[in-house]
């Protein structure tokens, strides 16, 4: 087989793109194969009506690292945030909580609910923002392999102690971010359901299959502080022109040092001889050789599908399908030919025209009835909501004086005890309605397209496994060193050549560019191994 390339990543998404363009500008001869039409992966912008631009998967940047902004040069190649108003609460007793930017307005907001709170809320943001360095630290790691035995993962684990050596009692703090609940931890702080529901609430509205109650989603806690607003990067908000102009701005950054981008180009098979990835197969039959080989597809897909499991170690293939991916959440997107009235809001006078950010969950015991709603198999009857109006910091993406309304909602089982969601999408549908118009009750006369996205279809259009956004569950037992798989968390694989740059791997999902560009740097150190 002909080399034509020196790398090959299958699958487009952002990580693909960052590991492409990070190789490409160190001179590497790279090529990223997508198979649908436009490349992005989950960070996409789609017209799906016309004149509307709809950020259908991804819906926020609040996540990809300034770093990999400032590397790749992203803001010279349309990489533009747009600020928007703060997020709405609506809560049970009918207040309103705005999760205000500024500390000391949000613990003013705070004191509304309690004034201990309010009180305790300096200490708690002092308290994450020590374990911020910690955690930021963390994600630019390339995991260590404690358990092989062998004298150069033992010295990496040595040198991965020494870097960390500072930490000391933040050790335990991020060891109970591991294994407590978010709504026990913080409970060390707060007395206020009110105020562990806005402060939790991501820990069972992130993606994960999770509730606030659940083990281990304090960790949701702190991914937000990952990311330093304070950088010449910028803060973080909507994109203008969607979600799809973070990845057309990586794109064109590596295309700007020679990367090459192929869609429509469905790999069929990895290719392998020898032990030693060789190239890939489309599906069209076409074979392009490479000296290696990088997965950005779900680790299930790479070693499942498009890798002959036979080829690999039975313990490695094992913990690859024992991966937990079952995902609870949906993407519903709404064209309007007009902004939806909200009486409630309006009466707040919160200091701003309209909520274009607006979570609905009204209470801790809501988020707990939804998620285990969907722990029975059933599609939760009153779905929590993340609502995003971007038009209206945006209004370039739809046609003047018309609106998007986007929203990422649960819990909704990829495995219904009862039926198929090709079925019963309509059920979801109505369902979210119900939910929508208790704030904003003339929303169904403006509705002019609506598209639904069931956990089935996140994985069929963006072959997400079992529709779950970050490739699989972001625990204690899938993190780190453990992900996705024992001995191979480094972004190299079993097979000689073939590397892993997607979200199956550390630190995980998310749009943060990170898999792929700790992956640029372990490919590129290993250069004088595969040249």
């Known amino acids: 087989m002909s080399t034509q390339y020196d790398a090959i990543i299958v699958g487009g998404g952002h990580n693909g793109l960052v590991c492409g363009a990070y190789l490409a500008k160190a001179g590497v001869k790279a090529c990223v194969l997508e198979r649908r039409p436009l490349t992005g992966g989950a960070a996409v912008t789609e017209e799906i009506w016309p004149g509307y631009r709809v950020s259908t998967a991804s819906y926020y940047m609040g996540l990809l690292q300034p770093k990999v902004i400032l590397d790749l040069e992203l803001k010279k190649h349309g990489f533009e945030v747009v600020v928007p108003v703060p997020t709405v609460f609506p809560l049970e007793d009918g207040r309103f909580f705005t999760m205000w930017d500024d500390p000391e307005e949000f613990r003013r907001e ?62 335990y703090d991020i060891y109970n971010l591991l294994t407590l609940s978010a709504y026990d931890y913080l409970g060390r702080w707060f007395e206020s359901d009110e105020v562990k529901l ?78 030693k990835a060789m190239g890939v197969r489309l599906a069209s039959g076409e074979v392009i050789g490479s000296r290696i080989v990088i997965g950005n597809a779900s680790a299930k897909t790479t070693f499942l599908k498009l890798v002959d499991p036979a080829r690999l170690p039975e313990s490695f293939v094992r913990d690859i399908r024992s991966m937990r991916t079952e995902s609870t959440v949906f993407r519903i997107s709404l064209a309007l030919d007009g902004l939806p009235q909200c009486p409630s ?76 969601w090709d079925e019963r999408r309509d059920e979801l549908h109505a369902n979210v309605m119900r939910v929508l118009t208790e704030y904003f ?91």
Not at 205 to 210: I, K, L, R, T, V
Not at 266 to 275: D, Q
Not at 450 to 473: A, Y
Not at 475 to 492: K, T
């Open 345 to 420: 809001f309006a009466a707040a006078g919160i200091g701003f025209d309209f909520p274009a950010q607006f979570n609905i969950a009204k209470s801790v015991r809501y988020m707990e009835d939804a998620y285990h709603q969907s722990r029975n198999g059933e599609m939760s009857s009153s779905p929590f909501l993340i609502l995003k109006f971007p038009t209206v910091s945006d209004p370039s993406i739809a046609p003047p004086g018309h609106h998007i309304l986007s929203i990422f909602g649960g819990h909704a089982p990829y495995t219904l005890k009862e039926g198929h």
């Open 441 to 531: 009750p003339d929303i169904e006369k403006h509705i002019v397209h609506s598209q639904i996205l069931t956990p089935l279809d996140l994985e069929r259009i963006f072959d997400l496994p079992n529709g779950h956004v970050h490739h699989g569950e972001i625990s204690a037992d899938q993190m780190f060193f453990r992900r996705p798989a024992a001995h191979y968390a480094d972004y190299r694989s079993p097979i000689e050549g073939l590397y892993q740059c997607g979200a199956s791997t550390h630190p995980g999902g998310g749009v943060t560019g990170m898999p792929g560009h700790n992956a640029a740097r372990v490919i590129l150190a290993d250069r004088k191994r595969w040249q």
């Open 198 to 275: 806005v402060l939790g609430f991501f820990a069972g509205g992130g993606g994960a299959n999770s509730s606030i109650r659940t083990p281990a989603s304090a960790y949701m806690l702190v991914r937000s502080i990952v990311r330093d607003q304070t950088t010449a990067a910028g803060p973080s908000g909507f994109m203008k022109g969607g979600m799809g102009m973070i990845s057309d701005s990586i794109r064109r950054s590596g295309e700007s040092h020679g990367l090459a981008v192929r869609t429509d180009a469905e790999v069929a098979e990895i290719i392998t001889e020898n032990g």
């Open 110 to 171: 705070i004191a509304r609910f309690s004034e201990k709170d309010a009180a305790a809320y300096p200490a708690y943001r002092a308290h994450l923002l020590k374990i911020a360095p910690f955690m930021k630290q963390l994600i630019f790691e390339t995991p260590v392999d404690p358990g092989s035995g062998r004298f150069a993962n033992l010295r990496n684990l040595a040198a991965f102690a020494w870097r960390f050596r500072k930490i000391g009692s933040v050790f």
